[in-house]
């Protein structure tokens, strides 16, 4: 198994889905196609989904991911148009939301630009895909916008078995979730597991998996990080180098 997140997130996921090999996914807020993606590693099963991002990186999308259906735009309460207070160099902090924005000034990180950017609902993301099939995953990274990318998601229609969904104040571990937890409750799912950053919520129908959500990241998960990985094969081709460099030993 390989994580490619730096908490481990995919770990989780992909032992909850150890039974699904070719599963869908909804990732909002996806960002990047493979660095601390949430969904990659299950792409690399033979996963597929729609990932959505006001500032995603379409061109990576299309070459690492292209059976996902990637957009550029914001997830919220309705369509429309919003606007997007952006951090150049912390992509990852960008945000819809105001009180972020303030946040992130009070740690002293640069002023944001701000642009306008398509905004659409979860449930428009959904209607693309195929009638019936199964939603086996959502994953919400939206910076203090969770409220409104919930509002725009249709859980008597929609069933993901499982939502995974940051659940801090950007940049700090102050917990955040109160103010959209309840209704999550309300449509019959269970937090599952908290993992210092995300709350794990699993549908009720779906509770034969809950001893799946029981531990955190350990040993007999056998998986490895992407970057010890590429740093194996890296020292590899160092040593290979340095050894085709090094001349005769004497008599040979």
């Given amino acids: 198994m390989i994580s490619y997140c730096r908490n481990l997130e995919d770990v989780i996921i ?15 807020g996806a960002s990047a196609p493979i660095n601390d993606s949430t ?3 299950l792409y690399e099963r033979g996963w597929r989904g729609i990932t959505a991002d006001p500032i995603l990186q379409a061109e990576a999308w299309q070459a690492h991911r292209p059976r996902d259906l990637a957009l550029r735009t914001m997830v919220g309460a309705q369509p429309g148009t919003g606007r997007l207070f952006a951090y150049p160099h912390y992509s990852q ?6 009180d ?9 990180l640069e002023a944001p630009v701000e642009i306008e950017v398509p905004v659409v609902t979860a449930n428009d993301l959904l209607a693309s895909m195929p009638p019936g099939a199964p939603l ?7 910076e203090g916008m969770e409220s409104a990318v919930l509002a725009g998601l249709d859980l008597g229609r929609y069933r993901p078995w499982l939502m995974v969904i940051e659940a801090v104040l950007s940049g700090t571990p102050t917990p955040s979730h109160h103010a959209w937890e309840p209704a999550l409750l309300e449509k019959g799912y269970h937090m599952a597991y908290f993992d210092g950053v995300n709350r794990y919520y699993l549908a009720w129908e ?10 955190p990241p350990n040993v007999w ?24 460099m090094s001349p005769p030993e004497p008599g040979a």
């Fill in 93 to 98: 902090s960008s945000t819809g939301s105001p």
């Fill in 39 to 41: 969904t990659y590693a």
């Fill in 100 to 108: 972020i924005r303030d946040h992130l000034a009070r740690f002293g």
């Fill in 206 to 215: 779906q509770r034969s998996l809950l001893g799946r959500l029981m531990l």
């Fill in 221 to 244: 998960d056998q998986y490895e990080r992407a970057s010890e990985r590429d740093m194996q094969a890296r020292i590899k081709e160092l040593e290979a180098r340095l050894a085709a």
């Fill in 14 to 28: 992909q032992r909850v889905f150890a039974d699904v090999p070719e599963g869908r996914y909804l990732d909002i």
């Fill in 136 to 142: 086996h995953l959502v994953s919400i990274d939206v």
